[in-house]
């Protein structure tokens, strides 16, 4: 059984910084694009960022592009959400989640929609506000 378990949310004020992990046991999370997604209160889950099993290959959602940057660490089993510049608008639950790939051309990217309900973690409180 999978299981993915956030950390480093936490209370900041704008303009700060904070960095999420997304720790994989029971599985090798080298094998999976990894996914982090946030979902605020009366609003609809958003895709934030995701990587590929390599980590040659990232993607980010247009509201976060310039601010966060995703990377992965297989040798700790952990894939990172560094978010820099927070702004008011970014308060939400923070998930990660495995991921679906797209391949062609050779080239394999990862794209935002989750695997299945067995994929996700159980989200990590992110609140920016001064």
């Known amino acids: 059984q999978l299981q993915l378990?956030?950390?480093g949310g936490g209370l900041v004020q704008p303009g700060g910084s904070l960095r999420l992990s997304c720790a994989a046991s029971g599985f090798i999370l080298n094998y999976y694009?990894?996914?982090w997604f946030r979902q605020a209160p009366g609003k609809e889950r958003e895709g934030v960022s995701c990587i590929t099993s390599s980590g040659g290959t990232t993607?980010?959602?247009d509201s976060v592009k310039g601010r966060f940057t995703i990377s992965r660490d297989n040798a700790k089993n952990t894939v990172y959400l560094q978010m820099n510049s927070l702004k008011p608008e970014d308060t939400a639950v923070y998930y990660c989640a495995a991921v679906k790939v797209l391949s062609s051309f050779g080239q394999t990217r990862?794209?935002?929609t989750g695997l299945g309900p067995g994929?996700?973690?159980q989200g990590t409180q992110v609140t920016?506000?001064?």
């Open 33 to 35: 694009a990894i996914g």
């Open 128 to 130: 920016v506000s001064s």
């Open 5 to 7: 378990v956030e950390s």
């Open 59 to 61: 993607n980010y959602g």
């Open 119 to 121: 994929y996700w973690g």
């Open 110 to 112: 990862c794209i935002m």
